[in-house]
């Protein structure tokens, strides 16, 4: 993960039970944006929205390496943005 931004709208207590929507906001050769909501599952009030950005690495070089063709090809059909 390279960067993370979250923007809290509403508290949510230790015992509130939530829901989390998960989306693919823009899918790249190496990297995708994963937006989401959190909200209250009683009553869908929002409590969170952000984004995390994600790149994919090597896992000895530590270097970007594109994403692999078969999580590409899982992710498209969910990907608001395809670069």
């Known amino acids: 993960m390279v960067e993370a931004f979250c923007q809290y709208r509403k508290p949510a207590r230790?015992?509130?039970?939530?829901?989390?929507?998960?989306?693919?906001?823009?899918?790249?050769?190496?990297?995708?944006?994963?937006?989401?909501?959190?909200?209250?599952?009683?009553?869908a009030e929002l409590l969170a929205t952000g984004y995390l950005m994600v790149v994919t690495a090597d896992e000895n070089t530590g270097k970007a390496t594109p994403i692999p063709k078969e999580i590409v090809d899982k992710l498209k059909p969910f990907s608001k943005q395809i670069l």
């Not at 939530?18 to 990297?31: D, G, Y």
């Open 14 to 43: 230790f015992d509130d039970l939530l829901e989390v929507e998960l989306t693919v906001e823009e899918l790249k050769e190496k990297s995708l944006k994963l937006g989401f909501n959190i909200s209250k599952k009683e009553n």
